[in-house]
C-alpha cells in the first residue's frame, strides 16, 4: 500500500511551501521523494522542470540542503559539525549559517567553533541540536532547503526569528517546512494539508482556514478557538 498517493503540487523558485499534518500522515514521506531518500512507485518529482530521477544523485543533493526530522551530530567540534554541509565553507560562512539558523547563541555558550559535540549530541539540548543541524543545511547555501520538523524544540519566538532569517536569505532557497505547527505554516505561499496519505487541501493560511475543515480544526485547536 502506498504511503502517500493522490498528491500534485508546484513550488516556484524562491517560494515557502508549508506541510502540516498529523502522524503518520505523510509528510516525511513527501519530502524525502525530493533527495530521492525513497523514490515514486508512481508519478514524478521534478525540479527545475526536470525529473529528479534523471539528476546525478550527487548534483541532486548537492542542491539540497536537508534538515532530517531527527538530529544527527557526530562526536566531533561544532565546527565540524557544521561543516559536514559544505567541507569548503571558512568560519564567516560557518558563522552565518549559524545566525540564519538562531545557533550563534549555541556556539557562544559552548565556548566557540572548537567547542566539541559528544556523539549524538548528547550534551545540547534537543533546540540546540536542531539550530546546529540546520545551520549544517545552510551552509552550502542550497536551492532547496526542507526543514522536516526540525523547529520542533524551539519555542515559537526563536521559531519566528528563525522563518524570518531564512526569509531574507540572500540566496533565496526554495523552501520546504513541515510542522506541526500553523504558526510554522502560516506564512508560507503554499501549504499542503496532509491526512492519511493524501494531501486533504493545498492553499494558502486564509484559504485553508475559509475552506479545509481539517486545517481549520488545528488551527483552531492551536490558537484557542479564534479564527480571525
Ligand atoms: N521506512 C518506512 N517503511 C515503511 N513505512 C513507512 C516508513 N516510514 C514511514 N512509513 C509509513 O508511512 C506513513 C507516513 O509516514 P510519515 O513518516 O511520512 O509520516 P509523518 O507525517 O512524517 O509523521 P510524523 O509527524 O510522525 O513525523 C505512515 O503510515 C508510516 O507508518
Ligand atoms: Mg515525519
Known sequence: MPSV????????????????????????????????FYDCTDGTVSIGGRAVTDYDIDSLRGIIGFVP???????GTIRDNILWGNEDADDAAVMAAAQTAQAADVI??????????EAGGANLSGGQRQRLTIARALVRRPKILILDDSASALDTATDARLRRAISGLDFRPTVFIVSQRVSSVMNADR?????DGTAADIGTHDELVERCELYREIYELQTGGATA
Open 5 to 36: 498517493e493522490n498528491i500534485t503540487f508546484t513550488a516556484a523558485p524562491g517560494e515557502t511551501i508549508g506541510i502540516i499534518g498529523a502522524t503518520g500522515s505523510g509528510k516525511s514521506t513527501i519530502i524525502n521523494l525530493i533527495p530521492r
Open 69 to 75: 526530522q531527527k538530529a544527527v551530530l557526530f562526536k
Open 108 to 117: 557562544d555558550s559552548k565556548g566557540g567553533l572548537d567547542a566539541v559535540i
Open 191 to 195: 501549504i499542503i494539508v496532509m491526512d
